[in-house]
């Protein structure tokens, strides 16, 4: 008799546990602790910052905000959850913030909490290294960060040539930060992947490694640039590159390989010429590059020196040299940031000298006037630190250069790989 009681009940607890999975009413990992919910949303262009806000039900209205998260840096954030009471039954909306801190555009609709990642057990990749056409030399690897993380370890392997599927540690990298940029740079053709983890306060793992992000080296390409930040990617001061938003590439029809550097000279890009252009045998070479020679003081005519000698290295090794004008600054808005320097007087003028050498070439891209403001400055409303372009710049860039690209080399039937 007692069975048979035993039994009903556990057919009824069953039948109402469906019932309720189909009306909603169980949430996501149901009967777990909840310690912390990782939210996800797409970036925003132009957005420094986010702005996330936790609400009791799905209204809007200020009284019903349980939680407020200013200032958050990355598209995505791992919530405390121990801090809100029934965070099952909540929702979040998120508004993009601008660089003095004020939202900036519309928050998104209300999404339910029990929709997104409940306790993850990993750390949730960003960079966007999979919709790019190749994967950049000087890949910069980003992720949400971990709650609690007392840093990272990144682990990147090459596969077996003999044994496809077979993966082997290459690199082992550890970090502070969710943001890392690799400077080994990747030349040997393969195939890739890589990882990331969380380490605890004292050292020790504390979650599992990431799903793998695979990407594949080419042993040669059609068209590859060569260039500094604006060339490498990033943008709105907290994006770093590996987003397509903030990568011009993106915006050419024809398919580049991304050989740029944050932080390179003229003179930087000649030193690793050999290096980092010579293996990949590309037909084509797009080469801009410049800012940070003119923002520091340097005069432009040995700026020039060292393209001239890049020029010579591409025809020497039978390389097709396009030269990009040198994008303009902002200095006013370089000033209000703590994140560059601000630029020499005299910036404008080696600007322009360089420029003026660039127009001389037989093949150039003038990407700068579309850039360019009446007092020959970077648009304001083009870039957040006054120093690289953001969504829009990049696409004025890609969009030309691809174009000129097409327009100049028919023969090379530049739209494939």
């Known amino acids: 008799m007692n069975f048979a009681k035993g039994f009903l009940a556990l057919c009824v607890t069953s039948l109402y546990l469906v019932g309720c999975f189909f009306s909603g009413e169980v949430y996501a990992n149901a009967g777990a602790d909840v310690s912390k919910v990782r939210i996800n949303w797409l970036p925003i262009p132009g957005a420094v910052s986010y702005r996330l806000e936790i609400m009791k039900s799905d209204a809007s209205s200020i009284e019903n905000r349980v939680a407020v998260k200013n200032r958050i840096p990355t598209a995505g954030y791992e919530l405390d959850a121990t801090k809100i009471p029934e965070i099952r039954r909540c929702f979040w909306r998120v508004a993009p913030i601008g660089y003095n801190g004020n939202v900036v555009g519309e928050f998104s609709k209300l999404k339910p909490i029990d929709r997104e990642e409940i306790n993850p057990t990993a750390p949730r990749i960003t960079s966007e290294f999979n919709r790019m056409e190749y994967f950049p030399l000087y890949p910069v690897y980003s992720w949400i960060p971990v709650l609690g993380s007392g840093g990272y370890d990144i682990r990147i392997s090459r596969e077996n040539k003999a044994t496809p599927g077979k993966y082997k540690v290459l690199r082992e990298l550890s970090t502070d930060s969710n943001v890392f940029y690799e400077y080994g740079g990747y030349t040997w053709p393969g195939n890739y992947m890589w990882q990331v983890r969380s380490r605890?306060?004292?050292?020790?793992?504390?979650?599992?490694?990431?799903?793998?992000?695979?990407?594949?080296?080419?042993?040669?390409?059609?068209?590859?640039?060569?260039?500094?930040?604006?060339?490498?990617?990033?943008?709105?001061?907290?994006?770093?590159?590996?987003?397509?938003?903030?990568?011009?590439?993106?915006?050419?029809?024809?398919?580049?390989?991304?050989?740029?550097?944050?932080?390179?000279?003229?003179?930087?890009?000649?030193?690793?010429?050999?290096?980092?252009?010579?293996?990949?045998?590309?037909?084509?070479?797009?080469?801009?590059?410049?800012?940070?020679?003119?923002?520091?003081?340097?005069?432009?005519?040995?700026?020039?020196?060292?393209?001239?000698?890049?020029?010579?290295?591409?025809?020497?090794?039978?390389?097709?040299?396009?030269?990009?004008?040198?994008?303009?600054?902002?200095?006013?808005?370089?000033?209000?940031?703590?994140?560059?320097?601000?630029?020499?007087?005299?910036?404008?003028?080696?600007?322009?000298?360089?420029?003026?050498?660039?127009?001389?070439?037989?093949?150039?891209?003038?990407?700068?006037?579309?850039?360019?403001?009446?007092?020959?400055?970077?648009?304001?409303?083009?870039?957040?630190?006054?120093?690289?372009?953001?969504?829009?710049?990049?696409?004025?860039?890609?969009?030309?250069?691809?174009?000129?690209?097409?327009?100049?080399?028919?023969?090379?039937?530049?739209?494939?790989?």
């Open 200 to 417: 605890d306060k004292q050292g020790k793992p504390n979650t599992e490694w990431s799903d793998p992000c695979y990407f594949k080296v080419e042993q040669t390409v059609k068209v590859a640039t060569l260039g500094d930040s604006i060339t490498h990617g990033g943008g709105a001061c907290n994006t770093p590159p590996g987003y397509v938003m903030y990568s011009w590439e993106t915006y050419s029809k024809v398919p580049i390989k991304n050989l740029g550097r944050s932080g390179d000279t003229v003179q930087d890009m000649l030193s690793r010429f050999d290096s980092d252009v010579v293996c990949f045998s590309p037909k084509i070479l797009v080469i801009m590059g410049g800012v940070n020679n003119f923002r520091a003081g340097e005069d432009a005519w040995e700026t020039i020196d060292a393209m001239e000698k890049i020029l010579e290295e591409c025809n020497y090794h039978k390389i097709i040299p396009v030269f990009a004008t040198a994008t303009p600054i902002n200095a006013a808005l370089m000033h209000r940031t703590d994140m560059v320097e601000d630029p020499v007087d005299s910036w404008k003028y080696q600007q322009q000298v360089l420029n003026q050498w660039i127009k001389q070439q037989t093949y150039h891209v003038d990407v700068t006037p579309a850039l360019t403001d009446a007092n020959g400055q970077l648009k304001a409303e083009l870039t957040t630190d006054g120093l690289h372009p953001d969504a829009d710049g990049k696409r004025i860039i890609g969009e030309a250069i691809g174009d000129y690209l097409l327009k100049t080399f028919p023969e090379y039937d530049l739209l494939k790989k």
